[in-house]
Nanobody
Framework: QVQLVESGGGLVQAGGSLRLSCAAS????????MGWFRQAPGKEREFVAAISRSGGSIYYTDSVKGRFTISRDNAKNTVSLQMNSLKPEDTAVYYC?????????????????WGQGTQVTVSS
């Protein structure tokens, strides 16, 4: 099992930056595919980014490509999401998620472990 704790959310003006971090417990962090999802009020949880076990493969949803960067440090059991050029439409609760086996990396049901979420608010 793995437990996930996010940090780094907050309020930022449009065009600004935030860095989200997710700390994982356990000694098998490198066994998990890691993902970031977000959920805005009244909307379904949506995929943002994912990173493979080694960090060698990275995937983004189209709306964040070129602005967000996902990374992981298996020695420190952390995964991060650097968010630049933030837009008001990026406002949401952001969740870190972990999966041992992923068939569809954009589908939240593939991820068995979730953090509690961190609020990101981008003002216009």
């Amino acid at each position: 099992q793995v437990q996930l704790v996010e940090s780094g959310g907050g309020l930022v003006q449009a065009g600004g930056s935030l860095r989200l971090s997710c700390a994982a417990s356990g000694r098998t962090f490198s066994s998990y595919v890691m993902g970031w999802f977000r959920q805005a009020p009244g909307k379904e949880r949506e995929f943002v980014a994912a990173i493979s076990r080694s960090g060698g493969s990275i995937y983004y949803t189209d709306s964040v490509k070129g602005r967000f960067t996902i990374s992981r440090d298996n020695a420190k059991n952390t995964v991060s999401l650097q968010m630049n050029s933030l837009k008001p439409e990026d406002t949401a609760v952001y969740y870190c998620a972990a999966a041992l086996v992923v068939t569809t990396r954009t589908d939240p049901s593939n991820y068995g472990y979730w953090g509690q979420g961190t609020q990101v608010t981008v003002s216009s």
